[in-house]
């Protein structure tokens, strides 16, 4: 059944005037005439009466009435519903961050500004590993992160990295550590020091950039604790066990005992990135990459 057609059919059915509805639809009589013939044929019965004077519907056309708004009701809201999908407007948006980059101050206002901005797409947040991001990403299991990655990293052509913003790297270590009374430290004044690291299995990148910072000064840090978490790091780092190198926003987790010192060295620095695959036609994808951008660029 043409669709056309049957909305001629409706707004005549309103009408009952064929000049009015040709107006109405922005046609001339005779298409709107032979559109509603058209209509008949197809279904075996007249739909109106006509006359010189006057247009009505017959018992058929009344039949049909309801049904042809219902159809061309249930037509404008799928064309609504895929308008919104592809207009960013509604639908899922699966992100993924690392622990310490949900503490950065951008974080918090970039999930709230999108939510208050997009209120009817569903945002799924998942917490996970910058190495284990970029897998996501290609398998499709994400649509867009916030991560870090090693210097000269190799990534997949298929993923897009967009950096957000540089941060610097601080020693996290007991208040009563003699380098807590040092303003800056350099990361060779830590040689000697016990370290406490990200485990290397998780896949988080930060721990291979200090691992490069460490050789690049000669030596190979004393590791004597792994941990998974952030917070378990700087709570370790607060029993005097070790020091920890840790991204800035990590000074945030306030842990009686612990004191965080700026490092002198230019490339103590780690940088968050935006993350999504290459072509990527997901309109939230690309909302969401702006904002941030628009957020830390502020």
């Known amino acids: 059944m043409n669709i056309r057609h ?77 308008w919104q999908t592809v207009s960013g407007e509604v639908g899922r948006l699966r992100v993924g961050f690392t622990n310490a980059s949900s503490l ?13 901005s997009w209120p009817k797409v569903s945002m799924v947040l998942s917490e996970i590993s910058s190495s284990l991001q970029l897998e996501a990403l290609e398998q499709r299991e994400l649509d867009v992160s916030i991560l870090r990655l090693l210097p000269n990293a190799q990534v997949n052509s298929t993923i897009v990295c967009t950096p957000l913003l540089q941060e610097p790297l601080l020693l996290a270590l007991h208040s009563g550590h003699p380098l807590a009374k040092a303003e800056q430290v350099s990361v060779a004044d830590v040689r000697d ?15 291979e950039q200090i691992l490069q910072l460490c050789a690049k000064r000669g030596f190979v840090p004393n590791v004597v604790q792994e941990v998974q978490q952030a917070s378990t790091m700087i709570g370790l780092a607060s029993t005097g066990l070790g020091v920890a190198i840790v991204p800035a926003p990590l000074a945030t987790i306030a842990v009686p005992g612990v004191v965080f010192r700026t490092f002198t060295d230019l490339d103590a ?30």
């Open 104 to 116: 950065a101050p951008f974080f918090p206002h970039l999930i709230r500004q999108y939510r208050t």
């Open 193 to 207: 020091e016990a370290f406490i690291v990200y485990a290397r299995k998780a896949g988080i990148a930060v721990s």
């Open 269 to 298: 620095t780690t940088t968050l990135y935006v993350a999504h695959r290459f072509g990527d036609a997901n309109s939230r994808v690309r909302q969401f990459v702006n904002l941030a951008l628009d957020i830390v660029q502020a």
């Open 6 to 82: 049957l909305e001629y059919f409706v707004i005549l059915s309103d009408e009952l005037h064929f000049r009015r509805t040709a107006e109405r639809l922005g046609i001339t009589q005779a298409p709107l005439s032979l559109g509603i013939q058209a209509l008949e044929n197809e279904l075996g019965a007249r739909l109106f009466h006509r006359t010189k004077r006057a247009v009505s519907l017959t018992e058929a056309g009344m039949a049909l009435l309801d049904d042809a708004r219902a159809v061309l009701s249930r037509l404008e809201h799928g064309k609504e519903a895929v």
